[in-house]
Each structure stands twice: as structure tokens, then as C-alpha cells.
T-cell receptor, first 113, second 114 residues
Framework: DGGITQSPKYLFRKEGQNVTLSCEQN?????MYWYRQDPGQGLRLIYY???????QKGDIAEGYSVSREKKESFPLTVTSAQKNPTAFYLC????????????FGQGTRLTVV | AQSVTQLDSQVPVFEEAPVELRCNYS??????LFWYVQYPNQGLQLLLK??????LVKGINGFEAEFNKSQTSFHLRKPSVHISDTAEYFC????????????FGTGTLLAVQP
């Protein structure tokens, strides 16, 4: 089945450690996105990529890094510089055309312990 | 700056009653509008979208929305809700001619009571 796969579903991290969240899509979409979701704040854009080997910062990129070496993959690294990393992280993808919707993965819940 | 406003953080409603979830956006150019639903601990699923043409858009699960350009609104409606409609609903906008950023509102929790 075509779709977006995020792994793991639940992730625990100790303070001061970096952690990488995986996002893979087989929809042949050019654009991919990472959002952070906190209660009462909706979805906030962390990074997005419109093409391989290119990506742009979203509204809350500080403390995060990404790479886009393959069209299918857009991993997100939460670094130790992120002050409050505990959140629900959602990956999405879409075709490049502006009049298309985004498709979402099932999310990764990251908890810092 | 482009933004999306969902004024109601939570909407309680009894089963089989009608419901309207409000969404307003700000943009000086044409936009594309979307409504998504999110069930607990899951990703977002597209309910419906407005791209062009008829301002009344029908989606899945009996939902519909009306695009009103003069009021910059895209309210979501359902004539009769079910317990299973309990979820969080997000309005989103993508600006015409810009990058492919999809901007979301803060969400509305629809709580259907028996």
C-alpha cells in the first residue's frame, strides 16, 4: 500500500541526547514536511523539503536538523539544543503542485526522561 | 502574514445534532483550503478540500464546508453527528503562488455526547 511510514511510534530519550525520527514515503511525492504538535497549539512547521538535497526552515526549526538525500526519506534529528522536545511529531508529504493536499504518517511520540 | 484561525478550541454537541466548526484565514491572494481530522494518537486524514469552482465542498463521513471569499471563511458542517465523529479537526491553508507550506489552525476538539 502507498503511504507514509513513521518510526518508531513511541520514543524515549534522555536529556542531552540526540535522537532521529524516521519518515519514509512511497507515494513518489516531491515535497515532505515535519510538524510538531503540542496540546492547544495545533501543528507547527519545523522543516520542509520540496526536492531532494534541498530543505527550508519552518517556523520552529531551532534545535532540529533534517536531511533529504533520497526522495523517499526525510529523517528529523532532535538535538540536545531543543529545549522542550517532548511532543508528537508528524511527517507529511505532497505533490509539488500547490493545489494538492498533504498526506500524513501516524506520528511519533517523543518523550524526554 | 498568512494565518488560520479556529476560534473554538472545543465544541460539545449531542449525538444527532448539527454542528459547525469555524475557520477563518487571512491572505491577500488566492488560497487553497483543507479540513483534516485527527483521532487520538494518529496522523491527520483529509476530510475535504477547496481548490476552485463550487464554493460548497462535500467530503467524507457526511461533512461539508463552504468557502466564503468575502468573509475569508471556510466553516465545516455536518447535519447530524455521531459518537464516532469525536476527534480533533484542523483547518489548513496553502497560498497560491507561494512555496508549498501548509499552514494549520490550532484545531477544534469536537466532543459528541450521547
Amino acid at each position: 500500500d502507498g503511504g507514509i511510514t513513521q518510526s518508531p511510534k513511541y520514543l524515549f530519550r534522555k536529556e542531552g541526547q540526540n535522537v532521529t525520527l524516521s519518515c519514509e514515503q512511497n507515494l513518489n511525492h516531491d515535497a515532505m514536511y515535519w510538524y510538531r504538535q503540542d496540546p492547544g497549539q495545533g501543528l507547527r512547521l519545523i522543516y520542509y523539503s520540496q526536492i531532494v538535497n534541498d530543505f527550508q526552515k519552518g517556523d520552529i526549526a531551532e534545535g532540529y536538523s533534517v536531511s533529504r538525500e533520497k526522495k523517499e526519506s526525510f529523517p528529523l534529528t532532535v538535538t540536545s539544543a531543543q529545549k522542550n522536545p517532548t511532543a508528537f511529531y508528524l511527517c507529511a508529504s505532497s505533490q509539488h503542485q500547490e493545489n494538492t493536499e498533504a498526506f500524513f504518517g501516524q506520528g511519533t511520540r517523543l518523550t524526554v526522561v | 502574514a498568512q494565518s488560520v484561525t479556529q476560534l473554538d478550541s472545543q465544541v460539545p454537541v449531542f449525538e444527532e445534532a448539527p454542528v459547525e466548526l469555524r475557520c477563518n484565514y487571512s491572505s491577500s491572494v488566492s488560497v487553497y483550503l483543507f479540513w483534516y481530522v485527527q483521532y487520538p494518537n494518529q496522523g491527520l486524514q483529509l476530510l475535504l478540500k477547496y481548490l476552485s469552482g463550487s464554493t460548497l465542498v462535500k467530503g467524507i463521513n457526511g461533512f461539508e464546508a463552504e468557502f466564503n471569499k468575502s468573509q475569508t471563511s471556510f466553516h465545516l458542517r455536518k447535519p447530524s453527528v455521531h459518537i464516532s465523529d469525536t476527534a480533533e479537526y484542523f483547518c489548513a491553508v496553502r497560498k497560491s503562488g507561494a512555496t508549498n507550506k501548509l499552514i494549520f489552525g490550532t484545531g477544534t476538539l469536537l466532543a459528541v455526547q450521547p
